[in-house]
């Protein structure tokens, strides 16, 4: 293989590469947004949660049926908000610190936070 050939080749892995990680930083970008959003839609529950409670104390009503409704929206927004990070951590290759939930590179293994040995 001559000196053309190989710088050829060369510059075709360095092409794929680069493609894969603009894919890849896309893909993150898009799940994001959805995060975003997520976290709104959470935020934006909580308001509504908090105003329940607010009204029936200070009316002296019940609204638990209303409160646990709202409970277990938020409950599933934040386990699928939980989805979403951890799909963004696998597109970068980090591993999450069991002890102290820091973001670690894939190759440590040791946390770079606290010192834990990373499963």
Not at 56 to 67: F, R
Not at 96 to 118: M, P, V
């Amino acid at each position: 293989m001559g000196s053309f050939d190989r710088l050829f080749n060369k510059a075709v892995d360095v092409a794929n590469t680069a493609g894969k990680k603009t894919g890849e930083v896309i893909e993150a970008s898009k799940i994001r947004v959805r995060a975003a959003n997520l976290e709104n839609d959470i935020q934006k529950l909580m308001a509504k949660l908090g105003n329940i409670v607010y009204e029936g104390k200070k009316n002296g009503t019940e609204n638990d049926d209303l409160v646990e409704r709202y409970v277990n929206e938020i409950d599933e927004l934040r386990k699928q908000l939980s989805e979403l990070n951890a799909q963004i951590d696998d597109i970068h290759q980090v591993r999450k610190c069991t002890n102290c939930g820091a973001s670690n590179g894939e190759e440590n293994i040791f946390c770079q936070r606290c010192g834990a040995k990373l499963g």
